[in-house]
C-alpha cells in the first residue's frame, strides 16, 4: 500500500507537471488530481486500518470514490465529453452514508470498491466510443481500465460481507490483494499512455495541418498528389474506372486586380466548398497551384465525371455573379479525364485532363471538355495554352 500510494504520488505529479505545455487536454490536470488522490486515499486507508479509526476509514474510501470518478471525467474530455458531477459526487456521498449507519458500515468498503469499479467501466466506455479517432494508445489504455475496473469488482466481490476491510489489512496473497500490485500497474499505465496518446494526438494534428491548404481548407498539393497516386494505383489495380478533373478559374487574377485579396480568397473558398459537397467521400480533391484545382474520382467513368464536372461549373458561375458586395461573375473551366488501361498514372490522367482544361480555355472559358481516349503510349496533340 505504502509502494501503491507512492507510485500514485508520482504519477500524478508528472501529470500535472505535464499539463501546462498541453492545455488543450485537460484529462492530463484531471488524471493527475485523481491520481493524488488515490495516493491520499491509500495513506488514509493505511492508517485508519492500522488504528482502528472509522472516519478515517469512510473518508479515505469516499477519498478513492472520488478519484475514480475524476478518472471517469477525464477519460470523456479527451473526446469533449462531459461526466455530469452529479454523478461525480453521488458514488462518494454513498460511501459516506454507508460508513455513517452502524448498520451498513462494514458494507462500506465493498461498496466503495464496487462504485469505484463502476466508474472505471465509465471511463473505459468513454475511451472505446472515442475509437474512431485511430491513435495506437487508445487500446493500451481501455485494457489498463479493463483491467482495474475487474480488480476492483473481484474485490468488492470477496469484502461484500465486510472482512477483511473493516476489521484488518486484507492479506498479500489472496484474490484482494491482487489489487494491491495492480493498482501500481494502473497508476504507470494511466500515466504512460496517457501521455503517449497526447503525443500522438499532437503528431496528428501537425501532419494535418502540413497536408491542408490554409485557405480553403481542402488538401494542398503535396497531400493531394500522395492520395491520389494511392487511389490511381489501386484502381490499376483492380481494373476499374478512374477520372481527373482539373479546374482553373477564369480570369483570377483580374478578380484580384479588381476587387482585392480578400474578394479573390472569398471567390477560392467558395469553389471549394462548391465542390466539396459535389464530390463523393471517397473522391480526392486538392489544390495544387494558386487558383488550380484537382479532383481524382476513382470508379468513376468520364461521362458520370464530367456530368459531374459540368454541375460544379455551373454551380459556381450561379453563386460567384456577387461576391462579398461586389458584381465579380466568376467562371471556371475544367478539364475531364478517364482510363481503366493499366498502364495508365496519376501524372498520365492529370496530363490528359489539363491537356482538356486548356481546350476549354481557348474556347472561350467557362466550360468543360472531355479528352479523348487514354492510351499510354500515344502522343498528344499539340494544345494552345491560354493562361
Known sequence: MVMGSFVSLCSGTILLLTSPANRSTPTLVQWGIASLLTAAGIVSLMLALIYGQPPVLAFANAVLAFAHALFWRGAGALDAKRVPLTLMVLGPAIVILLAILPETRPIAGSASLGISAAYVFGAMLSLWFGRAESLPARWPLVAVFALHAAVLVSGAYTTRDG????????????????????????????????????????????????????????????????????????????????????????????????????????????????????????????????????????????????????????????????????????????????SLDEGIDLSLLLKRADDALYRAKAAGRDRVKRAGALAPNAGDAAVIRVA
Open 163 to 338: 472482512a477483511g476491510v473493516h476489521d484488518q489489512v486484507p492479506p498479500l496473497l489472496s484474490l484482494f490483494g491482487a489489487i494491491h500490485f495492480e493498482s501500481i500497474i494502473f497508476a504507470i499505465g494511466t500515466t504512460v499512455f496517457l501521455l503517449l496518446l497526447v503525443k500522438e494526438r499532437s503528431e496528428a494534428a501537425t501532419r494535418l495541418v502540413a497536408d491542408i491548404d490554409a485557405l480553403t481548407g481542402i488538401a494542398n498539393r503535396a497531400a493531394f498528389m500522395e492520395r491520389a497516386a494511392r487511389v490511381v494505383e489501386r484502381c490499376r489495380r483492380n481494373k476499374v474506372s478512374v477520372s481527373a478533373i482539373m479546374f482553373d478559374l477564369d480570369h483570377f487574377k483580374d478578380v484580384n486586380d479588381s476587387f482585392g485579396h480578400a474578394i479573390g480568397d472569398a471567390v477560392l473558398q467558395k469553389f471549394c466548398e462548391i465542390t466539396a459537397a459535389a464530390l463523393r467521400p471517397t473522391d480526392i480533391f486538392g489544390r495544387i497551384g494558386g487558383e488550380e484545382f484537382a479532383a481524382v474520382l476513382p470508379r468513376s467513368g468520364i461521362e458520370a465525371s464530367f456530368i459531374r464536372a459540368e454541375r460544379i461549373r455551373a454551380a459556381f458561375a450561379g453563386e460567384c455573379r456577387m461576391v462579398g458586395g461586389c458584381h465579380v461573375n466568376a467562371t471556371v473551366s475544367g478539364g475531364v479525364a478517364a
